[in-house]
């Protein structure tokens, strides 16, 4: 099993920038897939950004050129740099890891909030 633990959330004024960070523990995660998921209120939660072990990224049209998306396999963290936020990345973000035959695993969330 995989514990997924994330942080960096807060309260952002539009145009800026925050970091989340997913710290995983309990085994290696070098070789999981490593995504970001959102749900916003009263919706349903979709793919954010996801890093392969190669690794390869893939972004949702509506964050392509603002986030980024990376891993550090020697720390066990992933993070979502966050750039030219907007109202609408309000959300709560959730870590996934995901492995073939290890399984699939979310962490709690963290709470973005993007308001002026």
């Known amino acids: 099993q995989v514990q997924l633990a994330e942080s960096g959330g807060g309260l952002v004024q539009p145009g800026g920038s925050l970091r989340l960070s997913c710290a995983a523990s309990g085994r290696i995660i070098d070789n999981d897939r490593m995504a970001w998921y959102r749900q916003a209120p009263g919706e349903d939660r979709e793919l954010v950004a996801f890093i392969t072990s190669e690794p390869v990224t893939y972004y949702a049209d509506s964050v392509k050129g603002r986030f980024t998306i990376s891993r550090d396999n020697d720390k066990s963290l992933v993070y979502l740099q966050m750039n030219s936020l907007k109202p609408e990345d309000t959300a709560v973000y959730y870590c996934?890891?995901?492995?073939?035959?290890?399984?699939?695993?979310w962490g709690q969330g963290t709470l973005v909030t993007v308001s002026s």
């Open positions: 996934n890891a995901w492995h073939r035959t290890a399984g699939n695993y």
